[in-house]
């Protein structure tokens, strides 16, 4: 069989991986020989939400994580011109790399084994942020769907091809449903509609936003009604925008709890508040969730984080957010400042969440005690930055706030190429290029599902 179509290859973060044929194990991505590697598993074991005392329920990842050097996948680099023509009568799509040791997220500090440095705590924090990324599914999709020609006969295990569909809307990629979503929305043909290549997209004769807005409200509540999603148990009448691209005008918009469903990139803001106390040095605000609140309930979170809800800016936002979570006044609020974004994408039993964080830093006097005015937070707490490094890694810290607050200690140098030695790839890893992701279109030919 390797004789049919030779040797592709596809950079990987950290080395070259290739990508062969076996008559074994089908088509496997295989590391050269003299750097082993761990495995990738494909397959994620979803479990039952966890409900707390009142009902509601908890993310958790989907999968259990395991370490590897292939940090991040570099998907533009997998190119047509690389790749070769034949068909490929495959039966199975894995990693032929050697088996995986499991890692504890408490484990010890970095070590090297052969003079290659070993998964650290935040490398394996920031795969944990990014399950849905390297679980493997997106890159199928992705081969699926831009080099579809070179890949006609590749058949999943399956679930697997069926796990993930891209979301049009007016031809172009917004969203990413799963196959139980998908299956939820064929009931509704005249709201959406599946093509041969399996992609779902708002029916065309929705024309405006205001029609597209409608209708998808309507099936959402029923859904909600029909108690058919977890995720819209926390139904916020609060409404997200679904753009094509963050400087695209809105197609259509939907209730925010909805967004997982569809995977549409949502946006949000979060504030570090800090202060550089006489005491206990460097040190960030944080807040514990309310146990009212329907997602992340009584974890603990970044000072100040909402979410980018329709009719306001990311400034907006961000002074909104200040004023109702922790009573910043305005003049203290002078003093934030812009610090860029963090992307990342999460999968849990919710759903997808392709996230973008918008980031601002706030130092504060050392007197100033934030208090919430809203009913969302339970307390504030000032914890020296030591203290942050080791509370990330724990079960009560919200793992979607973690890309923010790493970011923060990377960009004040509590984590450099001292304590990370990877520091380049965590960087990367707080980056993913969702923008690059979400490209498909209408007007392309993936490949019909078999």
């Keep these: 069989m390797s004789q049919s179509f030779g040797r592709f290859e596809m950079l990987l973060s950290r080395g070259e991986a290739h990508l062969l044929a076996t008559s074994e194990v089908g088509l496997s991505l295989s590391a050269p020989a003299s750097r082993p590697e761990a495995s990738v598993n494909f397959q994620s074991n979803a479990n039952s ?13 989907p999968l259990c ?18 790749i070769g023509h034949s068909k490929l009568p495959c039966t199975q ?19 090297t084994i052969n003079g290659e440095p070993q998964m650290s705590k935040f490398m394996n924090l920031a795969r944990k942020f990014n399950c849905f990324y390297f679980n493997g599914k997106y890159l199928i999709l992705y081969l699926l769907l831009n080099h ?58 929705l024309t405006t936003y205001e029609e597209r807005s409608a209708r998808i409200n309507h099936v959402l ?26 400087a695209d005008p809105p197609l259509l918009k939907m209730d925010r709890s909805a967004a997982c469903l569809f995977g549409v990139r949502q946006y949000g803001v979060e504030i570090n508040g800090y202060t ?63 610090a860029g974004s963090v ?23 050392p007197d100033f005690v934030p208090h919430n005015s809203d009913g969302e937070v339970d307390i504030f707490e000032l914890v020296p930055v030591n203290q942050v490094m080791e509370r990330i890694f724990t079960p009560e810290y919200k793992t979607t706030s973690c890309p923010t607050t790493l970011d923060f200690l990377i960009r004040h140098g509590f984590i450099n190429s001292d304590n990370e030695p990877r520091l380049p790839e965590l ?14 279109s209408s007007s392309q030919s993936p490949i019909s599902p078999k």
């Design 148 to 205: 579809s020609k070179y890949f006609s006969f590749i058949f999943l295990p399956p679930g697997d091809l069926q796990h993930c569909r891209p979301f049009l809307v007016c031809g172009k990629q917004v969203g990413v449903m799963q196959a139980r979503v998908v299956e939820a929305a064929c009931r509704y043909p005249d709201v959406f509609q599946m093509d041969s290549s399996g992609m779902i997209s708002m029916h065309p004769s």
């Design 65 to 82: 994580l395991t370490e590897s050097k292939v940090t991040f996948l570099s998907l533009g680099a997998f190119s047509p011109s690389n």
């Design 343 to 365: 992307s990342f994408y999460f999968e849990s039993e919710r759903g997808l969440f392709p996230n973008t964080e918008f980031v601002y830093d706030l130092e504060l006097p």
């Design 221 to 246: 509540s029923q859904w909600k009604e029909e108690r058919l999603f977890v995720t819209l148990k926390g139904w916020r009448n609060e409404c997200y925008e679904v753009r094509t691209g963050f």
């Design 93 to 111: 799509l894995s990693f032929g790399l050697p088996p995986p040791r499991t890692i504890c997220e408490n484990s010890c500090p970095p070590v």
């Design 49 to 61: 939400l966890p409900e707390d005392g009142n009902g509601v329920e908890c993310h958790s990842p």
């Design 427 to 440: 960087v990367e890893l707080l980056h993913i290029p969702l923008h690059y992701l979400y490209s498909q």
């Design 276 to 338: 550089r106390h006489p005491q206990l040095g460097m040190s960030l605000w944080l807040q514990r969730r309310a146990l009212s609140k329907p997602t992340w309930p009584g974890k603990w979170d970044n000072m100040v984080a909402g979410g980018l809800s329709v009719g306001h800016s990311v400034l907006d936002t961000a002074l909104k957010e200040a004023e109702e979570e922790a009573s910043i006044p305005a003049y203290l609020l002078a003093n934030l400042r812009s």
